[in-house]
């Protein structure tokens, strides 16, 4: 899908997470993009470093996270600590509790891992030209070849026009300067600002942040320490007479400390409001906390590795795209907010896993320009929320309102983790047929259970099916197979799923999960009609005599589906579009209008 040397579908401009994933996701489908950043080199330290749950998930669907599973340190739980009037005003735990409480995943944990680390699997995938998206299914799949994308290094935008011509094919002019002061003039289909919270795209296409800058400063720095204190490894928040501190425990047996730093100890610059760094080191910021974590000794074995100091501010985005709906902005350009609840990088990629998927079924001709406009309502409503969360967390994190950041931290664990966000209804996600599964939230990411492929009787997660390849995903809990009533409603099911034209049809990939009324020596895959199995490894059982050992067997009563079955549409995101009763020909057909 290559345009000519001056034109391309999408620029992209900015490489931090946020950019990476869209460049990623749109090569995966074979477009031509480019994506550019104005810094000299790619990041090699320091900035993000937590994974939530969701943010595993999607890289798992990517086929990226192998790398980051063997070499991420694993957090799950968080310790506090306070000074004690009875302990000569040293510190003492106060608290130790689970962060992934209610949390249900293949991945029940923080994943904590350099950013820096993140974006170079994403690049060198990019860079590969090759396919990495897994399929669940050995069943044909699309053959688009894969496009190669690589970063283009101190290149930045200084120039940007949009055509009010819709029918125009590359309504996007955008001049780029080298460091070298050469010009070039392209011409693209869509641009992508992703290049921060300073971001140039926001500006030129007139979006204001609206929030404010607080009061409170932070100092953090990385690095590898001798200590005898007993939590670290634990995600740790201590507050020892006024001042605040978090450990964070990272890969490689590294440590990250944030320390809250004094108004008295740094000057801020009341219009950009950045810090004077040249009033703080990273000598002062080690001395803090050792000051926080004592009587805990707290030594370090060689130079930090990274360090920086960070005023909070919490910022949103009036809107998140131009009036053409062609210039989007993502990650930190249309919010920011404080790094406590982990957010920021799982933010940014969630925000281009969101937008990339429906970039891709416009630019294929599968659906019209109107779906953009869901990425606007879904991302921004998450981001209000976000910040909310952020404004909570870092009044308790500065002292200004009393409670236990741990507490707060522990009750908000399923947004925090990114599996508890849902989207409102719009013209891909309506919630009218909710009361055929309780346990399927309509606009949440579609449920983990363990379920057994019927074949041959292995295990899998109802995630593994959900890999992020642009295709809708038609997953059908057919209920008791050998019943003949439900027989006759599953032929008739497929009956009508066949008739649906292959334009829309291609878009979707059918599994099933029956219901094992006995045992599974009772049930076959070919139990299942042969319209509703493409391939004998899309039919799965829920079986608990197999898969209890895996904490399966229980999916329809997790799940509050009947015996009576129902249809879930899965969008390529993960997050669940609608739900239908197995014989209502109108909920089928609103399946196909979606991805119409």
């Known amino acids: 899908m290559s345009g000519s040397s001056n034109s391309v579908d999408v620029l992209i401009v900015g490489a931090g997470p946020a950019g990476l994933m869209c460049a990623y996701n749109l090569s995966q489908a074979g477009f031509h993009v480019r994506i550019v950043d104005k810094k000299l080199e790619r990041l090699q330290k320091g900035q993000g470093d937590v994974i939530q749950v969701r943010g595993m998930e999607i890289l798992a669907s990517l086929g990226l996270s192998s790398k980051i599973l063997a070499e991420a340190q694993r957090c799950v739980h968080v310790a506090t600590y306070a000074s004690c009037p009875t302990n000569s005003g040293y510190i003492v735990r106060t608290s130790r509790k689970s962060t992934i409480q209610d949390v249900e995943s293949p991945f029940p944990f923080m994943g904590l891992y350099a950013q820096s680390s993140i974006e170079g699997i994403f690049r060198a995938a990019a860079a590969s030209g090759e396919r990495r998206i897994p399929s669940a299914t050995f069943s ?41 002061g050469q010009v070039e003039s392209l011409r693209a289909k869509y641009l992508l600002g992703c290049e921060g919270a300073h971001s140039w795209t926001r500006t030129q296409i007139g979006i204001n942040m609206v929030g404010e800058t607080s009061d409170q400063v932070w100092g953090l720095v990385d690095g590898y320490i001798k200590t005898d204190f007993p939590d670290v490894r634990a995600l740790t928040v201590v507050e020892n007479n006024g001042r605040r501190a978090v450990l964070i425990p990272r890969e490689n047996n590294m440590v990250r400390f944030t320390v809250q730093v004094k108004d008295t100890d740094v000057t801020i610059d009341p219009i950009t409001g950045r810090v004077d760094r040249t009033k703080i080191q990273p000598e002062k910021i080690k001395q803090l906390v050792k000051e926080v974590f004592s009587p805990y000794q707290i030594e370090w074995t060689r130079e930090p590795d990274w360090w920086g100091v960070y005023v909070i501010g919490q910022r949103l985005a009036s809107r998140y795209q131009d009036k053409n709906d062609r210039v989007f902005i993502i990650g930190d350009a249309c919010h920011t907010h404080s790094p406590h609840a982990g957010q920021g990088m799982n933010a940014a990629m969630s925000d281009g896993h969101n937008l990339s998927w429906k970039l891709v079924h416009v630019l294929k001709g599968w659906a019209g320009p109107d779906l953009l406009r869901t990425y606007e309502s879904e991302r921004r409503g998450f981001a209000a ?53 309780s346990g399927i939230v309509v606009g949440q990411r579609m449920p983990h259970q363990v379920i057994i492929r019927t074949a041959d009787m292995r295990a899998y997660s109802t995630l593994d099916l959900l890999t992020s390849d642009n295709l809708y995903k038609l997953i059908v809990f057919t209920g008791d197979v050998k019943d003949a009533v439900q027989r006759e409603r599953l032929e008739k099911l497929g009956e009508v799923i066949s008739q649906w034209p292959n334009g829309i049809s291609s878009r979707f990939q059918l599994y099933t999960i029956m219901l094992a009324k006995n045992s599974k020596e009772s049930v076959d895959y070919t139990d299942v009609p042969t319209s509703l199995r493409p391939y004998w490894d899309t039919v799965f059982l829920d079986d608990e005599s197999y898969a209890k050992l895996n904490g399966g067997g ?10 009576e079955g129902c ?28 991805a119409a």
């Open 140 to 180: 044909p799949q699309p053959t688009e070849a894969a496009s190669k994308v690589e970063v283009e290094q101190g290149v930045h935008p200084i120039e940007l026009n949009v055509s009010e011509d819709r029918d125009e094919a590359y309504p996007v002019t955008v001049r780029l300067q080298r460091l070298d």
């Open 554 to 563: 229980r999916a329809y009563q997790s799940l509050g589906v009947g015996s």
């Open 385 to 437: 929320q976000l910040i909310e969360l952020h404004e909570r967390i870092a009044e308790i994190m500065s002292g200004k309102i009393k409670g236990n950041s741990a507490d707060y931290l522990t009750k908000s664990n399923l947004f925090i983790s990114g599996i508890g966000t849902i989207y409102s209804p719009s013209q891909i996600v309506d919630p009218i047929n909710q009361a055929l599964a």
């Open 567 to 594: 249809v879930v549409l899965v969008r390529p995101d993960g997050h669940v579009g609608v739900l239908a009763p197995l014989d209502d020909a109108e909920g089928l057909r609103k399946f196909a209008s979606l």
